[in-house]
């Protein structure tokens, strides 16, 4: 590869030179993309985080046992 680079034949070197220019130019179009898209996906991610900072506060359910009953007599409606 370094004798077409440093080859005294101009044409092949500007073919070298060309070949090599369009693979980097097929390169950056791929790198935008994928710049395009993890700026969208990182743009995604704080607008989430901004809607799930302003929603309201879970509210847990738990199961408690009943209060104790007055204390009284037992069994009073049942007659002796």
């Known amino acids: 590869m370094s004798n077409l680079i440093s080859s005294p034949n ?20 791929l790198l935008v993309v994928f710049a395009i898209g993890l700026a969208t996906l990182d743009l995604t991610f704080l607008f989430t985080q901004q809607v799930i900072d302003r929603l309201p506060q879970v509210t847990r359910v738990v199961d408690v ?16």
């Open 65 to 80: 046992e009943p209060p104790p009953a007055a204390p009284g007599p037992i069994n009073s409606a049942i007659p002796r």
């Open 10 to 29: 101009p044409p092949v070197r500007r073919a070298w030179l060309r070949r090599l220019d369009r693979a980097a130019g097929d390169l950056n179009v």
